[in-house]
């Protein structure tokens, strides 16, 4: 099992920036693939950034160029560095984990682009 716990989450002004964490439970050099997702209000949970294990990268469209998905391997966190915000960009975050064949999630940190 994995367990993920996110922070960072907040309220932030149209062009603010943000940084999300995402601590797991055991090496994530064990996990296949670890990303980040999320929700606004009424939509379908999506995909905003991803990474390997072998530190491969890939974002959505949508925020290519503003996000940036890293990680920490000594201290087993994955971080989304947010900037240039939109209100649109507003949503709760989740984080992902892909383990031996298992998709695990964090419960998710609460993201507000606003004025």
């Known amino acids: 099992q994995v367990q993920l716990v996110e922070s960072g989450g907040g309220l932030v002004q149209p062009g603010g920036s943000l940084r999300l964490s995402c601590a797991a439970s055991?090496?994530?050099?064990?996990?296949?693939?670890m990303g980040w997702y999320r929700q606004a209000p009424g939509k379908q949970r999506e995909l905003v950034a991803a990474?390997?294990?072998?530190?491969?990268?890939n974002y959505a469209e949508y925020v290519e160029g503003r996000f940036t998905i890293s990680r920490d391997i000594a201290k087993n966190t994955v971080y989304l560095q947010m900037n240039s915000l939109k209100p649109e960009d507003t949503a709760v975050y989740y984080c992902n984990a892909a383990y031996f064949g298992h998709v695990y999630w964090g419960q998710g940190t609460q993201v507000t682009v606003s004025s």
């Open positions: 055991r090496t994530i050099f064990s996990i296949y693939s």
């Open positions: 990474i390997t294990s072998g530190g491969k990268t």
